[in-house]
């Protein structure tokens, strides 16, 4: 693979990870909720699901789902449902846990197992990460050159530039974190950021199949 050929490939890989989405936002309710520290650790899970997933998808996962409608129904219908269940728990959220109070309840820290999964969860149901990474990697690997190195290269590529985006938002969600430490504050951005996952989930129930 050329150098140039590369570079555009991270081009395009950064504004696909930059543009919001699910990840994103469960980057920044993260960072907000539990601080930056621990929303990294969702993020390491999110680029370990994206791995997964562009293998499946050079493994030829990308023409079962563009093929068989059963299949493509059946990891939308996940995809979407762990959306709308991240919005729900949000909702849920009574007080984001930003700054000590002693008067306040007491709030059970999530394990870095559970950050890890919910990251990798967000990759891994989402049907539209398999049929976009089957539509972009051909469009770089030279069929003349060893293949699996060229899969591998852009593949790490890709997560680590979704790494980068992420690193990025849980930055400028951190400078605002003290901006929701009051009760009101965090309550309306639960409600907001549980209702964009909703959103999210239901825009994902309604993808066609044929969508790349």
């Avoid at 030829?60 to 979407?80: C, H, Q, Y």
């Avoid at 007491?106 to 989402?126: D, E, H, I, K, Y």
């Avoid at 990025?168 to 951005?189: E, H, S």
Wanted: aromatic share 10%.
């Amino acid at each position: 693979m050329q150098f140039s050929q590369w570079l555009v490939f991270c081009g395009v890989a950064l504004l696909v990870t930059f543009t919001p989405g699910p990840a994103v936002l469960m980057a920044i309710a993260n960072t907000i909720g539990i601080g930056a520290r621990r929303a990294f650790i969702a993020s390491l899970g999110n680029a370990v699901g994206l791995l997964i997933v562009s293998t499946a998808a050079m493994a030829g996962m990308g023409v079962v789902l563009a093929t068989s409608a059963t299949a493509f129904t059946l990891i939308k219908l996940s995809g979407a449902g762990y959306l709308i269940y991240l919005g729900v728990r949000q909702w849920r959220n009574r007080h984001v846990p930003l700054v000590p109070d002693t008067d306040a309840e007491p709030v059970a820290p999530r394990s870095t197992r559970r950050l890890f999964a919910q990251g990798m969860g967000v990759a891994l149901t989402n049907p539209k990460a398999i049929l976009f990474f089957s539509a972009l990697f051909p469009q770089f690997i030279r069929p003349d050159l060893p293949v699996f190195d060229q899969f591998a290269i852009l593949t790490v590529t890709f997560s680590c530039c979704a790494l980068c985006s992420h690193l990025v938002y849980i930055t400028l969600a951190r400078t605002l974190r003290q901006q929701f430490a009051r009760p009101a504050r965090a309550r309306v951005f639960n409600i907001a950021t549980g209702s964009l996952f909703v959103v999210l989930g239901i825009g994902l129930l309604r993808l066609p199949r044929q969508a790349g």
